[in-house]
């Protein structure tokens, strides 16, 4: 599977089966996360093995259930910090499921306590969300999209890497479903912003990278 059929087939997911993550994947799975760790200098972690942080009325009120691992999304504070852990954390997302696992997006429903106990958090660092993962007792179902002309300046005519980058930017999971986000093309120069929301940062950096991959990062340059 490739990262774009990846991002045409992964959905939320909340309900896990008690099915072991193996080694192998495991390994896989933690070689991403270095990689992206040393590109960003971000510190994320992966946590296995785990129920008590998802193990109460926050987790039950979200309707998770049998989460046992999760991926914790850790960083410096700064002011691009949560966008950071948006772009990379999508881009985790992504190559799990490539690897047959599910997430989910979590900024609330969990005990926050629980996982920085189970976590290294440097001294001015920040844990921002997590990511349930596992094997979902479904594969999810796909979330309802606005149309093109609602997220970018309405063209005539646009190049097709654009509209498949709109595309594929469409189908990033956002806080709530929300998808508060708007895009401007001067010829190959691009520009997103966010039009506000819950977690909007971190929305942006989730769009930005399914963008990236929809359109090729040959066609464009972020402005």
Known sequence: MTILEAIKSRHSVRSYTSKK??????????AEIEHCNKESGLHIQLVTDETKAFNGFLAHYGKFNNVQNYI????????DLDEKIGYYGERIALFSQTLGLNTCWVAMTFRK?????????EHGEKLVCVLSLGYGTTQGIPHKSKELHQICQEEKEMPEWYQKGLESAL?????????KFSFLRNDT???VRSTGGFYSKVDLGIVKYHFEIGAGRNHFTWE
Do not use: F, H, W, Y
Request: proline share 3%; glycine share 6%.
């Open 72 to 79: 914790a999304l850790i960083g410096k504070k700064s002011t």
């Open 21 to 30: 993550i193996s080694e192998d994947i495991k390994q896989q799975l933690q």
């Open 189 to 191: 120069l691009v520009s």
């Open 113 to 121: 306590g629980i996982t920085k106990e189970k976590c290294r958090i």
């Open 171 to 179: 189908l990033a999971p956002t806080a709530m479903n929300q998808q």
